[in-house]
C-alpha cells in the first residue's frame, strides 16, 4: 500500500500540532510538521518525521513548502491540518485594529490561504482537510471577543469548503475544540488591561482570565490527538467533531437551549465583578 501523506501546520513543541504529528506517525502516516522556526520541531525530526518551514501568513513561504511536498510526494497530498493559530484575549471596547487583524490574518485567511495552495495536492488524492475550530466558535466567551470571532469564521468557512470541494471528493472536517493541555497562553504575551479600561477597577479578576489561569480541567493533548486522528481515518469521518474539555456540554447547551442561553449563562461570570465597575 502506498503510504499516505499527512501536513500539519503550527506543529511547534507542547502544542495540538505536535501531539497530532505524532499520532499521525504513530498510525504510520508520512507526515510533514511545520512551524515557523525549525528548531521547534527539531524533536519531531529526531523522531523520523519530516520538518518543513512554513509561515502561513507568509504568500512566498507558502509557495515554498508547497513545492517541497509535491517533489517529495508525486504531487499529492492526503491530508491537511489547518492548526495554527493563536488567541488575542481582551475586552473588546480595549482591543485596536492592529491586533484583530493580525489575529484575522494567522487563524482565518492564512487558513484559506493554505488550504488554496495546496488544494491541487488534495484533489489529486481526494484527501481530507482538517481545522482546528473551538468552541469558542460556538459560545460567546467574555474578554475575547475577537478570538471567538475567527473561531466562529472558520466554522462557516469549513462548511463553505466541504460544500464547494465535494465535487472533487476532498473532505473537510471542523474540530471544534473544547480545553486541551497545551502551551496556548504560555506562548502568548501576558495581558493586562489599559490603565483607562473601564474595566480597571475589575483587572485583577478580568486579567486571571485573560492569561489562562482560568483553565482547569482540560483533556491530555495526546487524548485529543488519538480521537481526532482515529476520525479522519475513517472512511466516513464525522465532519463536526466535537472533542475536548466541555465541548460536548457546549454542543447540547448550543443543540437544545433557547436563543439567548448564552447571555444567561455567560452574563454570570460579568455580573460577578459587576460591584466593582462602580467604585
Avoid at 18 to 26: G, I, N, P, R, T
Avoid at 45 to 66: C, H, P, Q, T, Y
Avoid at 250 to 269: E, M, P, Q, Y
Amino acid at each position: 500500500m502506498v503510504q499516505k501523506t499527512v501536513l500539519i501546520t503550527g506543529s511547534s513543541e507542547g502544542g495540538i500540532g505536535d501531539a497530532l504529528a505524532k499520532e499521525f506517525h504513530k498510525k504510520g502516516l508520512r507526515v510533514f510538521a511545520t512551524a515557523r522556526n525549525l528548531t521547534k520541531v527539531q524533536h519531531l525530526k529526531n523522531m523520523g518525521l519530516e520538518v518543513l518551514k512554513l509561515d502561513v501568513v507568509d504568500d512566498a513561504s507558502i509557495k515554498e513548502a508547497v513545492e517541497e511536498v509535491k517533489t517529495r510526494t508525486g504531487g499529492k497530498l492526503d491530508f491537511l491540518v489547518n492548526n495554527s493559530g493563536r488567541g488575542y484575549s481582551l475586552p473588546l471596547l480595549d482591543t485596536t485594529r492592529e491586533g484583530a487583524r493580525d489575529l484575522f490574518d494567522l487563524n482565518v485567511f492564512a487558513l484559506i490561504a493554505v488550504t488554496q495552495a495546496f488544494a491541487p495536492l488534495l484533489i489529486a488524492s481526494k484527501g481530507t482537510i482538517i481545522n482546528i475550530g473551538s468552541i469558542a466558535g460556538v459560545s460567546p466567551m467574555p474578554w475575547q471577543g475577537y478570538y471567538n470571532a475567527t473561531k466562529a469564521a472558520v466554522a462557516a468557512l469549513s462548511n463553505n469548503l466541504r460544500i464547494e470541494l465535494s465535487p472533487f471528493g476532498v473532505k473537510v472536517i471542523n474540530v471544534i475544540t473544547g480545553g486541551v493541555k497545551t502551551k496556548f497562553f504560555d506562548n502568548l504575551p501576558t495581558q493586562h488591561l489599559p490603565s483607562n479600561s473601564i474595566y480597571a477597577p475589575a483587572s485583577e479578576e478580568i486579567e486571571f482570565v485573560l492569561n489562562g489561569s482560568f483553565v482547569k480541567s482540560a483533556m491530555d493533548v495526546d487524548r485529543y490527538a488519538k480521537s481526532v486522528v482515529a476520525n479522519a481515518l475513517k472512511s466516513k469521518p464525522k465532519v463536526h467533531h466535537w472533542e475536548g474539555s466541555d465541548a460536548w456540554t457546549i454542543w447540547a447547551v448550543s443543540a437544545f437551549g433557547w436563543s439567548t442561553i448564552w447571555v444567561s449563562r455567560l452574563n454570570c461570570r460579568v455580573c460577578s465583578i459587576a460591584d466593582l465597575y462602580r467604585t
